[in-house]
């Protein structure tokens, strides 16, 4: 299951600034961005399109993009919503020469539970639902 959100993007008009949620690490979830020129639909025919992201450590991402109909598809990779925190995207159209930005929108990687829970200690449940350190029940267990 792919789950794309649906995104405008008016090439005069940049703010207010898009703002999509996203989980880390996921890789069903993507982007369909619909490109505006002043309130008219744009639809790129024979430019190339790609995708331009910092990620919160400022690595730098660059993915092609694909046409889904009229609107640009962006798959999110698992390396672009890597790290928890804002992500500036924009989108990049490339024929020859002639090079055309769309004003950046945001994707909020949320933090993936896996990912930040601690793993220091092992947890073991004793039957009355109290947690011990270490994995040890009671204070001589060795």
């Keep these: 299951m792919l789950l794309y959100k649906q995104i ?13 949620n996203a989980k880390q690490g996921d890789t069903a979830r993507g982007a ?5 020129a002043d309130g ?10 790609r995708v331009h992201a910092k990620k919160p450590d400022g690595t730098m991402i660059y993915n092609n993009c694909s046409m889904n ?11 672009m919503l890597a790290v928890p925190g804002m992500l500036p995207v924009e989108l990049e159209m490339t024929q020859g020469e002639e090079i055309l930005s769309t004003p950046i929108f945001m994707v909020k990687v949320l933090w993936k539970y896996q990912r930040w829970s601690h793993r220091k200690y092992k947890r073991v449940y004793r039957p009355s639902g109290s947690i011990t350190k270490g994995g040890k029940c009671g204070r001589n267990s060795e």
Excluded: A, C
């Design 69 to 79: 109909g009229s609107e640009i598809q962006i798959d999110f990779t698992d390396q």
């Design 8 to 20: 405008t993007v008016d090439l005069y008009k940049p703010y207010p600034l898009q703002i999509m």
């Design 40 to 49: 008219s639909v744009l639809v790129p025919t024979t430019e190339q399109i």
């Design 32 to 36: 369909l961005v619909t490109l505006k």
